[in-house]
């Protein structure tokens, strides 16, 4: 395969995704969507550019018009990679000194309702509200239910990016080691995300001993000691820009009995969240189950975050697993099963993985051992 197609999907794929936003959009009553880059852009026609002062901007009308990018000159290049030309798009490019603004607004017609993508910047979205008609609402509405349900080339990528963190847990042994700083170990964490086939680390998480209890805590020059619990939370995008989210908790030398029963709880709520996970079910009845595990242990105070959250172009995108969501899952849905135990200024665990809802059950993308690993 190419780098080109390693880059994104087919163009019939995206060329489906503009046609189910244009049924979503007439459905909510509006007129237009005006998607900036970010992942509903790469999402939509697989374009990876990048946000600047001078507007990118996806205009899809719900008309059935062809939808058109507006783009300067000088960023023609970045459609390279996307869907635009077997798609067909009208590209409108434009050079310093024209409103790109007022180009847009000759594409809509007068009074269009207007939906933007979440990742506008203000930069761009106050002079689009100005040339339009009415406050723009939030297209997230509108595309929420096509970026929440992945279809099989999604949960393939998905699989390649479990696999590949996977792969860097499994080298563990070679970075983490008594003596090392956390910054030296996640550098090594880092180059190894890269080797093992991601574009970039897009986090690393070194929380030895008492930063263990910081569950987003990142790295630091702490001296990693022999005895430490560590928790390391890794992931990245592959291509065609989907990500990996995995954590493990390990310990140097022998742990003592409070920690491997501790750990045993934890671990028996991340396998009863998992075995949780069907069609039919809500959002918050997978937090439940791994907080009732903990619940029953004494350790329910411990978990102090959501059970959650949805991934896929975004590290961070619904369904999030949370008590109050009454989500029902649907198979195609994928997130994080991460439960947590933090004890402030002692120590603290979690243990993580990328789920996908199957038809009959759950599919898990990561396969590395759940239990305390020592080292």
């Known amino acids: 395969m190419s780098a080109h197609t390693d880059a994104r999907f087919a163009a019939k794929v995206y060329g489906q995704r503009l046609e189910r936003a244009v049924e979503l959009m007439r459905a909510a009553h509006l007129d237009a969507l005006l998607i900036t880059p970010g992942p509903d852009l790469r999402y939509l026609i697989g374009s990876a550019a990048e946000s600047f002062e001078r507007l990118t901007c996806l205009v899809i009308p719900a008309d059935g018009a062809t939808p058109s990018v507006v783009i300067p000159k000088l960023e023609l290049a970045s459609l390279g990679d996307s869907a635009a030309g077997e798609l067909g798009l009208q590209v409108l490019d434009w050079v310093d000194g024209v409103d ?16 933007v993508a979440d990742a506008m910047p203000a930069l761009h979205l106050i002079p689009l509200a100005e040339s339009t008609t009415g406050l723009p609402a939030s297209a997230t509405p509108v595309l929420r239910e096509s970026r929440m349900i992945k279809d099989e080339a999604e949960i393939d990528a998905l699989r390649r990016a479990g696999a590949a963190i996977d792969r860097v847990h499994a080298r563990m042994g070679e970075f983490l080691r008594a003596g090392r700083t956390e910054a030296e170990v996640a550098a090594d964490i880092t180059a190894a995300i890269i080797a093992e086939g991601h574009t970039e680390a897009a986090f690393v998480i070194v929380g030895s001993g008492p930063h263990g209890a910081d569950p987003h805590h990142e790295v630091s020059d702490r001296v990693v000691e022999q005895g430490d619990v560590v928790v390391i939370d890794i992931g990245g995008p592959v291509e065609p820009g989907y990500y990996s989210d995995s954590t493990r908790t390990y310990v140097l ?8 029963e501790k750990l045993a709880v934890l671990e028996a709520a991340q396998a009863a969240a998992v075995a949780a996970v069907r069609p039919g079910v809500t959002a918050e009845s997978i937090d439940a189950a791994a907080r009732t595990v903990l619940a029953d242990a004494g350790l329910g105070d411990a978990f102090i975050h959501r059970t959650g959250h949805g ?58 051992p759940h239990g305390l690993t020592v080292l």
Do not use: C, K
């Open 100 to 115: 790109p603004y007022q180009l847009v607004r000759s594409i809509l017609h007068a009074g269009s309702r207007i939906a």
């Open 253 to 260: 030398g022998t742990p003592s009995p409070e920690i491997v």
């Open 311 to 368: 991934i896929g172009l975004s590290v961070h995108e619904e369904p999030y697993i949370v008590a109050g969501n009454d989500l029902v899952l649907e198979p195609g849905m994928a997130f994080s099963i991460e439960p947590g135990i933090y004890f402030r200024g002692r120590w603290g665990a979690r243990i993580e993985d990328i789920v996908v809802v199957a038809e009959n059950g759950v599919e898990s993308m990561n396969n590395r």
